[in-house]
């Protein structure tokens, strides 16, 4: 008699699976134009801390040039990548993926999910609001999530 409670586990289990339910991902309505139009910008810079970059960036990025940012920003650590349109939207998807988790999917890494929250919450609206109407001497779209404190602890 007891077999008969494992087998109806067992079958919503496969059931789950096969169908793809309990393990999607949790995306914003808006992610898709957003990958579509982050395809069409050439390149955007981030400004973040190291940290952070290493924390959230997916593995196809691992060797990806990063620079120290300009001036006091990167005295305080900052550093500065710049990715192109393709770059953007494969670290938006991986952002997507640790930040919006489906049921079942967010168990590994709190602090991870937390930091790729915090990067899609603001990369999201600034690709939004980039225009691809841009004139040659128009500086590239930038991305500043600096997390750095601008005058030391006590």
Do not use: F
């Not at 008969?4 to 289990?13: D, E, F, N, S």
């Not at 489906?102 to 890494?109: F, I, S």
């Amino acid at each position: 008699m007891r077999a008969r409670p494992a087998l109806a586990v067992l079958a919503l289990a496969a059931a789950l699976t096969l169908t793809g339910c309990g393990i999607d991902t949790q995306s914003p309505p808006q992610h898709d134009a957003r990958l579509k139009k982050a395809a069409g910008i050439g390149s955007m810079d981030l400004v973040l801390t190291k940290g952070l970059w290493n924390t959230t960036r997916p593995a196809s990025l691992d060797d990806h040039k990063t620079r120290p940012a300009d001036g006091e920003r990167g005295t305080r650590g900052l550093i500065r990548i710049t990715l192109s349109g393709t770059e953007l939207g494969t670290y938006l998807t991986e952002l997507d993926t640790d930040a919006h988790c489906g049921w079942g999917t967010c168990y590994a890494d709190t602090n991870e999910a937390a930091a790729a929250r915090r990067v899609y919450d603001t990369l999201a609206p600034a690709i939004d609001r980039v225009s691809n109407v841009r004139a040659a001497g128009d500086p590239e779209p930038e991305v500043v999530i600096d997390d750095t404190l601008a005058t030391p602890a006590p």
